[in-house]
């Protein structure tokens, strides 16, 4: 798909580029968000709800837990932040991850990569699904 901001060029030996500009595409991105979150809450007397799960102090997980949180509120959404000690232990990860997942109010559960070591991310990265 070409985005309307798209100028495909041509140069040497035929080779096809496109140049895109990447906040038209954002804008157009959150502005179709914004509506389907509208839509949703019309429709269900609902808003979405999404959860994010940190654990740890990394600091650049910190920064796109924060961006993640901002945008999710400017679309429309209700942001859950759970922030947990780097010592958390796998079940105790689990547990809060089913329990978001069975939370009528969440919609979506983003844990935040990289996990500290001792937790294994493949158990939050698959099968945690519930479908609205």
């Not at 100028?7 to 804008?27: C, F, Q």
């Not at 994010?52 to 209700?78: H, L, W």
């Not at 000690?85 to 069975?102: D, F, R, Y």
Request: hydrophobic share 40%.
């Amino acid at each position: 798909m070409i985005w309307p901001a798209c100028a495909p060029n041509t140069y040497e030996r035929n080779v096809m580029t496109v140049i895109i500009d990447g906040k038209m595409i954002s804008a157009s991105v959150i502005d179709n968000v914004k509506q389907a979150a509208a839509q949703f809450r019309a429709d269900s007397s609902k808003t979405v709800g999404i959860a994010v799960v940190i654990v740890g102090d990394d600091p650049a997980s910190q920064t796109y837990v924060a961006a993640k949180s901002r945008m999710a509120n400017e679309c429309g959404f209700v942001s859950f932040e759970h922030a947990l000690p780097s010592e958390t232990g796998q079940q105790e990860l689990l547990e809060l991850v089913a329990k978001l997942n069975g939370d009528p109010s969440i919609d979506g559960i983003l844990v935040q990569l990289p996990l500290p070591k001792h937790l294994e991310h493949v158990h939050f990265t698959r099968g945690h699904i519930r479908t609205i």
